[in-house]
């Protein structure tokens, strides 16, 4: 279906439907819901004979119907309208609820294509306010050529160049230009061998967490009582015995392969993900901004406007920097996939990086930028509170008890001051003539930049021991994220606060999110 007539003059415009195969896809989902409650009374009556079939049956049939036709009632009672000013959703069996999003508040619209939905030429449009539960709006599912041409629509009403929206029916006439027809220039793309390293470095043991969940439901299938600790205790008892007649070598080989398989298992793990997630990435900068599209069974295609990038964040981890690659992504209002911040480039070497931070209107920290550190005093605090317990209690056994146990204690705190002295090293922040730039982590930098004029406000605050000690951690109001700079000597911060604060008064506002005339960079 398409957009009604709705005139510049504010006009109410007609109450559309999703596209009607929508309420097929959500009854596919009440499929899949049914099959294990189905297998669940087979097995529950496999003594019965050909009757557990019958249930199992019954329960399955009665579970798809009840979901198609709920599915079909909340797509018949599901209506949208392309008004004027904002866009409005009606929805509701039986209580109706009505929410109206104006144009003006619309951060991000975004095409989301699941398997299914894929299969029937259709996508979930979403519409995100950055009001920090997530879409708003979620239109599901309309036509790829439709969700285009309302993206495009939203876009240009959002920089005030449509006066009327595409009229339903034949009479409509062309469609306004889709993202796809616009010209762009590719920054970032990652073929199957970057896919690939990228997925060397992604290592998850998300696989485990699958099957803890599936083992609450092994009753239903085994003939023991899985969460029985007498069977686990005498299945222990056993394998010990084993690996005790393996001899010494044997329990080392057996130990090995067991950290190998385990390794072998989370590198699969984190490849499948970063495949099913990241197949045919590609960053473009397009007139309008940027758009960024991946995803092998989950297709999604998001744009940002430049000028709604609040700030950056290169990251990276502890044995990826050690190779060179980072991750850089854009905070912003609008959230991608629950986070605030948008992943566009995930894996790349930071002369890849560096043009993107250009085109998002920032700038890489340059070789001659002041880099202040953090008070020591605040680090020192730190590990007087994390490491004096773990102190007092290895001392005390050095007193009156044993100096093997009062090592363990004494090695935790000896950690702690180690990790705090090397967190004194590296914390840093710089400011330059239009940013606030700063520096944490460990063994692996975090960098994350914000444009001064973006900031909405700037905090001092102090605790009890920071107003003795004399150092405070100053809090930076940035829509869509968080940047805190702790640590901080009093002076410093008052220093930062007050260059901050002159830079934002410096512009107004409601300029500084105003969408800038189309260009395309060379």
Avoid at 487 to 494: F, M, Q, S, T, V
Wanted: aromatic share 10%.
């Amino acid at each position: 279906m398409s957009e009604a007539v709705t005139t510049s003059g504010g006009g109410v415009a007609e109450s559309l439907r999703t596209d009607s195969k929508s309420f097929i896809i959500q009854g596919l989902a009440g499929f899949r819901n049914a099959i294990f409650p189905a297998v669940a009374a087979f097995f529950a009556l496999r003594s019965q004979g050909s009757f557990a079939f019958l249930a199992a049956f019954v329960a399955g049939f009665a579970i798809v119907a009840i979901a198609a036709g709920g599915a079909y009632l909340r797509w018949r009672k599901f209506t949208y309208q392309i008004n004027a000013e904002d866009i409005r959703v009606e929805s509701g069996i039986i209580s109706r609820a009505a929410r109206s999003v104006p144009f003006e508040r619309i951060q991000d619209v975004s095409l989301e294509q699941t398997l299914i939905p894929r299969l029937f030429g259709l996508v979930s449009v979403k519409f995100e306010t950055g009001s920090g539960g997530g879409e708003d709006i979620t239109l599901a599912y309309l036509k790829e050529a439709e969700g285009e041409r309302l993206r495009e629509l939203v876009r240009s009403r959002l920089d005030g160049t449509a006066s009327t929206t595409v009229a339903d029916g034949e009479d409509a006439g062309p469609a306004p230009a889709t993202t796809s027809e616009e010209p762009s220039k590719l920054l970032f793309a990652m073929d199957p061998r970057r896919l690939f390293t990228f997925g060397i470095f992604e290592f998850s043991l998300a696989i485990f967490a699958v099957l803890a969940g599936l083992a609450q439901y092994a009753d239903w299938f085994v003939d023991f009582e899985i969460w029985d600790p007498d069977l686990w205790r005498n299945v222990a008892s056993e394998q010990t015995g084993w690996i005790a007649s393996l001899g010494q070598i044997g329990q080392i080989v057996g130990a090995i392969a067991s950290i190998l398989a385990l390794i072998v298992v989370g590198s699969a793990t984190g490849m499948i993900r970063v495949f099913l997630r990241d197949w045919n990435f590609r960053l473009e900068e397009t007139l309008r901004g940027f758009r960024r599209r991946r995803g092998m069974f989950t297709k999604t295609d998001v744009v940002m406007p430049v000028h709604r990038v609040q700030a950056i964040r290169v990251k990276t981890g502890w044995v990826r920097y050690r190779f060179g690659w980072r991750a850089l992504k854009f905070v912003s209002l609008a959230q991608d996939l629950g986070s605030a911040n948008h992943d566009v480039a995930p894996f790349a070497k930071m002369d890849e990086i560096s043009p993107i931070i250009r085109a998002a209107g920032f700038e890489a920290p340059a070789d001659a930028l002041d880099w202040r550190k953090t008070d020591p005093r605040h680090w020192i605090d730190e590990t007087l509170i994390a490491g004096g317990f773990f102190l007092l209690v290895g001392l005390g056994n050095i007193v009156w008890g044993s100096l093997w146990i009062a090592a363990i204690p004494l090695a935790i705190a000896t950690l702690i001051a180690a990790a705090n002295w090397y967190g004194y090293k590296v914390h840093a922040h710089a400011l330059d003539p239009e940013q606030i730039i700063v520096r944490t982590g460990y063994f692996s930098p975090d960098l994350q930049i914000a444009n001064r004029v973006k900031l909405h406000s700037v905090q001092i605050v102090q605790g009890p021991i920071a107003q003795r000690r004399g150092y405070a951690t100053l809090h930076c109001g940035l829509a869509g994220g968080t940047l805190s700079l702790a640590g901080l000597p009093i002076e410093r911060a008052r220093e930062l606060r007050s260059a901050i604060l002159k830079s934002i008064a410096e512009k107004d506002f409601s300029e500084i999110y105003r969408a800038p005339e189309p260009r395309l960079a060379a």
